[in-house]
């Protein structure tokens, strides 16, 4: 009898304090865990009260790394109960910043969490002892995406310009202009970024994943779309709790989401990738087929090419809105409450974002439920632990310990984002 257990303690390179557990007996997995153990921050608790102008504020102090995702998600669903809709150059601003946060996260992603892994490097510092340039395109990249956000959100970390309706302020085509020329070489180098990463030495670990992700019928989804999946699914932000489920489990302080099924289904970037290939720019596309990826990947260790395609995209996109910006009239449109129940869902870095809310004809907050993108894969990670490991058997211990945590880092999980609600069950005598 062989029984062994991988154990990490605390992940290196994730967002938020986590670690793993794989317990093999007879060269079988019987066990595999990521472990959650931050303390949860109720922020659905504290929303109870608040006036529902506050909301956008409040949610984007939930993540320092993704605090549009939770801003742009939280007033789709308000301007839903109220009967708004942002449309024309407000709209495009909101499609700007968001490319800002998906540029900033991404290649922080890239460069300093992932890349090590496939360079075998402990961290960032190391890279840079021996490749500096490497990592001095990977800080300027980023910080394009703080710039974006800096403009348009008021400060880079926990912007606060967004509100309902659009902008407390919307910039001058001359502020947008002086963007230009760093925007420019950032898709020249996101094209380079994408060419280095397909050069990594990737395990073979093709697995069937069900992606879910937001899909419109024009754009590469940011802010609007239905929710579908590669197994059929096709229905409204508003149904998706009829679709998907949260439940909790011992070893986690975050809820698992997982289908009304039972199964577990995968959201991010490589669900944008798979379920909406056909509306990236040419240039992405083509750099898609150029290097080998091909429209669909169902390699999870490959996911550091896809989010380099996305950082590009995001480049491009970026450009379009600025060379087409003109400047609105007026930063916002009015949103006057109205007593209802709303639902939006964005496309986070790390996938859908989903957030309901029920106010009163007041606009106070009577009740909230957020669903971050890493609490939705956290069953999708486990069941990648399990399978590597059981297809990895023959590597050395730390080896094998060290191939399952860039399991994990894979995802690019934000541990933090999904520790916001925990239940609690009262048995009085």
């Not at 839903?80 to 996260?105: A, D, M």
């Not at 961290?123 to 800096?150: S, T, W, Y």
Request: glycine share 6%.
């Amino acid at each position: 009898m062989k029984t062994r257990t991988i154990k990490v303690n605390y992940l290196a390179r994730v967002e938020g304090e986590g670690g793993l557990q794989i317990k093999i007996k007879d060269d079988q997995v019987t066990q595999a865990r990521l472990n959650i153990f931050e303390p949860p921050r109720f922020f659905e608790a504290f929303l109870r009260g608040r006036h529902f102008s506050e909301v956008p504020d409040i949610t984007a102090r939930i993540c320092g790394i993704c605090p549009i995702a939770y801003q742009m998600s939280s007033v789709h669903a308000m301007e839903q109960i109220c009967g708004v809709t942002v449309t024309g150059q407000l709209r495009e601003l909101r499609r700007l910043i968001y490319c800002g946060e998906w540029i900033e996260s991404h290649v922080l992603h890239i460069y300093m969490l992932h890349a090590p892994d496939f360079l075998g490097y402990q961290d960032a510092i190391q890279i840079a002892a021996d490749h500096p340039e490497i990592v001095k395109r990977g800080l300027k990249l980023k910080k394009i995406g703080n710039d974006i956000l800096r403009l348009l959100g008021g400060r880079e970390i926990h912007p606060i310009n967004v509100r309902l309706g659009g902008f407390y302020k919307v910039p001058s085509r001359q502020e947008l202009n002086e963007l230009s020329a760093d925007i420019e070489w950032g898709i020249a180098q996101s094209i380079e970024t994408v060419r280095w990463v397909a050069q990594f030495d990737f395990p073979d670990f093709e697995q069937e994943y069900e992606f879910v992700s937001l899909c419109h019928p024009q754009e590469y989804p940011l802010n609007e779309g239905r929710i579908v999946s590669s197994r059929g699914t096709d229905i409204d932000i508003s149904e998706f709790y009829k679709y998907f489920e949260e439940m909790h489990v011992k070893h986690s302080t975050s809820l698992h989401a997982r289908t009304r099924e039972g199964g577990a289904y995968f959201v991010g970037p490589m669900a944008r990738y798979n379920l909406n290939f056909d509306k990236l720019t040419p240039q992405a596309q083509n750099l898609a087929q150029e290097i080998g990826l091909g429209k669909t990947c169902n390699n999870p260790f490959k996911s550091i090419i896809v989010r380099a395609l996305e950082t590009l995209y995001a480049f491009e996109e970026a450009q379009r809105i600025i060379e087409n910006y003109t400047q609105p009239e007026k930063p916002y449109i009015e949103v006057t409450p109205r007593a209802g129940i709303g639902h939006g869902a964005s496309e986070a870095p790390r996938g859908i974002l989903y957030h309901r809310y029920k106010i009163d004809e007041h606009g106070l907050v009577m009740d909230a439920k957020i669903v971050p993108p890493t609490s939705q894969n956290q069953k999708t990670i486990e069941l990648d632990l399990a399978n590597f490991a059981s297809q990895n058997l023959d590597l050395s211990p730390d080896d094998l310990t060290w191939k399952c945590e860039q399991a994990v880092r894979n995802y690019d999980p934000c541990i933090s984002c999904s520790c916001h609600c925990l239940k609690v069950k009262l048995n009085r005598d």
